[in-house]
């Protein structure tokens, strides 16, 4: 389990993560959204002891990674799948880091085969793509067989056939009871990957509840129509209670209504409805809406 307190982290005159708590438990994939810029990779780093607090307290099942020896043993990260040492074979480079960790050398070849690089296990790093960097990556989180598992951006470069491995990777490693966070920008992988989601912006918490609850909490539903009679329809809707947000001059969006009642009324007034049809915002618009004023850095804002 991993457990936020209170933390805040100081750049300067940049508060990059502002007073943020939450828990990630165990047995569950937990995705933790945010913006680009919004204090991910800051909160990881300080999980992994990398970065020291400006306050606040983080513990891995309730004591400081920093303070553990051997500590892949106890916590398996996948930060940034570029930074290894292009020179070397993937077989050294987690061999190097069972070494250091004192972990048996014959767990090198057990888990490169379980993240499908077996073949290339002699191959320079060098020479590998991005996708087969991050199956290194997620190997090298792998290899102390931990069970606390952080990963930031684990799906990039990966092809589909790829994504769908590291899906079900992840919901392996929740079902043996391991605690398994997954920072990312992408709320529509996450709505395929996740069970709860922590979302933040500007270093503070925007949300902390499970991926069904942000669904019905966010994810808006409403009744398209389509009408000549746009106007009139307008009025009968706003009168019995719903709301309608016009998207053109013969359409808009009914909220308040189930689709039914918005055609009985119709039918009751007289009104021709060219189009009904039920439609329900994606997760992804959604986080969108949510984060909007979160966005550090937005395409032509010219500041």
Same mark, same amino acid.
């Given at each position: 389990? %991993?457990?936020?307190?209170?933390?805040?982290?100081?750049?300067?005159?940049?508060?990059?993560?502002?007073?943020?708590?939450f828990?990630?438990?165990?047995g569950? @994939?937990?995705?933790f !959204?945010?913006?680009?810029?919004?204090?991910?990779?800051?909160?990881?780093?300080?999980?992994?002891?990398?970065?020291?607090?400006?306050?606040?307290?983080?513990?891995?099942?309730?004591?400081?990674?920093?303070?553990?020896p051997?500590?892949?043993?106890?916590v398996?990260?996948?930060?940034?799948?570029?930074? @290894?040492?292009?020179?070397?074979?993937?077989?050294?480079?987690?061999?190097?880091?069972?070494?250091?960790?004192? %972990?048996?050398?014959?767990?090198?070849?057990?888990?490169?085969?379980?993240?499908?690089?077996?073949?290339?296990?002699? #191959?320079?790093?060098?020479?590998?793509?991005?996708?087969?960097?991050?199956?290194?990556?997620?190997?090298?989180?792998?290899?102390?067989?931990?069970?606390?598992?952080?990963?930031?951006?684990?799906?990039?470069?990966?092809?589909?056939?790829?994504? !769908?491995?590291?899906?079900?990777?992840?919901?392996?490693?929740?079902?043996?009871?391991?605690?398994?966070f997954?920072?990312?920008?992408m709320?529509?992988?996450?709505?395929?990957?996740?069970?709860?989601?922590?979302? %933040?912006g500007?270093?503070?918490?925007?949300?902390?509840?499970?991926?069904?609850?942000?669904?019905? #909490?966010?994810?808006?539903?409403?009744?398209?129509?389509?009408?000549?009679?746009?106007?009139?329809?307008?009025?009968?809707?706003?009168?019995?209670?719903?709301? @309608?947000?016009?998207?053109?001059?013969?359409?808009?969006?009914?909220?308040?209504?189930?689709a039914?009642? %918005?055609?009985?009324?119709?039918?009751?007034?007289?009104?021709?409805?060219?189009?009904?049809?039920?439609?329900?915002?994606?997760?992804?618009?959604?986080?969108?809406?949510?984060?909007?004023?979160?966005?550090?850095?937005?395409?032509?804002?010219?500041?």
């Open positions: 389990m %991993i457990e936020i307190e209170r933390l805040n982290k100081r750049y300067g005159d940049k508060l990059a993560v502002d007073d943020l708590s828990t990630v438990r165990p569950t @994939v937990t995705g !959204l945010g913006p680009n810029g919004a204090g991910k990779s800051t909160t990881l780093r300080m999980v992994l002891g990398l970065n020291t607090p400006t306050s606040g307290t983080v513990t891995v099942d309730g004591v400081p990674f920093a303070g553990r051997r500590g892949l043993r106890h398996g990260a996948l930060l940034d799948a570029q930074d @290894v040492h292009g020179g070397r074979s993937a077989r050294a480079h987690l061999a190097a880091l069972a070494r250091s960790n004192r %972990i048996p050398l014959g767990r090198v070849d057990e888990v490169l085969a379980e993240v499908g690089l077996g073949k290339a296990a002699g #191959r320079r790093i060098g020479g590998y793509s991005l996708g087969m960097k991050q199956r290194l990556g997620i190997a090298g989180a792998l290899l102390g067989d931990p069970p606390v598992l952080l990963f930031d951006e684990p799906l990039n470069g990966l092809d589909p056939e790829g994504v !769908l491995w590291v899906r079900g990777l992840f919901r392996r490693l929740a079902e043996e009871g391991r605690t398994v997954v920072s990312s920008h709320m529509a992988e996450m709505e395929h990957t996740a069970d709860r989601l922590i979302v %933040i500007r270093g503070r918490l925007i949300a902390d509840e499970s991926l069904a609850d942000f669904s019905a #909490r966010h994810a808006a539903a409403g009744v398209a129509v389509r009408t000549p009679e746009l106007a009139s329809l307008v009025t009968v809707l706003t009168d019995a209670g719903a709301e @309608v947000r016009r998207d053109g001059p013969e359409t808009g969006l009914v909220t308040g209504l189930p039914a009642r %918005i055609g009985e009324l119709a039918l009751r007034h007289g009104v021709v409805l060219h189009e009904l049809a039920p439609r329900t915002s994606s997760l992804e618009s959604a986080f969108m809406s949510l984060t909007a004023d979160s966005v550090e850095y937005l395409a032509g804002d010219a500041r």
